[in-house]
């Protein structure tokens, strides 16, 4: 049993948002952030450890941390992680300890959606959709934008259709345009954005749902799940109950947190390779250069502290991630130790 100090640190890092939760000796959350990670991942990935500190005291201890998103090598780098997994896996894993039974879970995040099916707590088939944007929170929040609403009304507001108007969602460009011209002729507003969910469900199901074995229990993850419209909507289309789970918006960072702490319980008399909840404070610096050893032409990406390369990623053949710590300077495009030793 752990100390109520000690804690699993899970860092979900997306295009969108970067979440971080704190799991505690009872496996309950003890802390969540949900912070938009605005194009700045290491910034805003210092900032949460900032307010993480904040919150839990100089004498809490992170004993374990896992990374995972779009940008889980670059917070495994930042922060040391002891375990680095794709998001199918940590979605799944967070939604079986929060319910073993489940069967299928829906996600839809800010720039992409997936869906993963499990069968007795273990992935069968997954599916995701990172090309068009109309099955995405982000086409909710240009729609919402461009209709003068708050995002948070969006999902109330449809709740309270009478009639609910047909929109095509196959492309956000012509979903977009079929809205402007209900608007013009004169739906409601509700009923507009009821007819929005809709479409946006049917994208959902017709892309990344197509031809996957649908069974409940139903999760359903990720910011979207917020949306009571786009709730009810999937309901509507699956015939059966969706269910949102306490956490549904920091559910891929909750299973890097139980990935964390299966990934320690397998280690004997080993420590955590975190850095520390220091780490808001220390300098990083990130650098990308061409490597001209073949005609690849690679584009490697550097982080380095104080002049020490911690990690680099982005080569196909190893030559630059396999390399050990060097000064930074070392990795300039020239590479003189490197770069001879050739593709």
């Given at each position: 049993m752990l100390a109520d100090d000690k804690y699993f640190l899970g860092v979900d890092v997306g295009s969108v948002s970067t979440n971080m939760v704190l799991l505690g000796s009872d496996n309950a959350v003890k802390e969540a952030l949900y912070l938009r990670t605005q194009g700045r991942p290491m910034q805003i990935i210092q900032e949460g450890i900032k307010q993480l500190k904040s919150k839990v005291g100089t004498s809490a201890e992170i004993i374990g941390v896992g990374a995972t998103g779009s940008a889980r090598q670059l917070a495994a780098t930042l922060l040391?992680?002891?375990?680095?997994?794709?998001e199918i896996t940590a979605h799944a894993v967070a939604a079986s300890r929060v319910n073993p039974q489940v069967q299928t879970i829906l996600e839809i995040g800010g720039q992409d959606s997936k869906i993963i099916i499990l069968r007795d707590g273990v992935v069968s088939d997954f599916a995701m959709n990172t090309v068009c944007a109309a099955g995405t929170g982000s086409f909710l929040d240009q729609?919402?934008?461009?209709?003068?609403?708050?995002?948070?009304?969006?999902?109330?507001?449809?709740?309270?259709?009478?009639?609910?108007?047909?929109?095509?969602?196959?492309?956000?460009v012509f979903a977009e345009s079929d809205m402007i011209h209900k608007q013009q002729l004169g739906h409601s507003l509700p009923d507009i954005l009821a007819g929005l969910c809709q479409a946006m469900v049917r994208n959902y199901l017709n892309n990344v749902g197509k031809n996957k074995d649908i069974r409940g229990p139903i999760f359903f993850q990720?910011?979207?799940?917020?949306?009571?419209?786009?709730?009810?909507?999937?309901?509507?289309?699956?015939?059966?109950?969706?269910?949102?789970p306490e956490n549904f918006d920091v559910m891929g960072a909750l299973g890097a947190a139980y990935l964390a702490q299966e990934q320690v319980g397998l280690r004997q008399n080993s420590r955590t390779q975190f850095r520390g909840l220091n780490i808001g404070?220390?300098?990083f610096q990130a650098k990308s250069f061409d490597c001209t050893g073949c005609a690849n032409r690679c584009e490697v990406v550097e982080i380095s502290q104080d002049g020490t390369s911690l990690a680099r990623w982005g080569d196909r053949c190893g030559k630059w991630s396999n390399v050990g710590r060097v000064s930074a300077h070392q990795t300039g495009r020239t590479g003189p130790q490197e770069e001879q030793r050739g593709a």
């Open positions: 040391g992680a002891d375990v680095v997994k794709n729609q919402a934008s461009r209709l003068g609403i708050k995002i948070e009304e969006f999902g109330p507001m449809a709740l309270e259709a009478k009639n609910p108007v047909r929109i095509a969602g196959r492309c956000s990720g910011g979207v799940a917020a949306n009571p419209g786009i709730c009810k909507a999937f309901e509507q289309e699956l015939g059966q109950p969706i269910i949102v404070e220390t300098q």
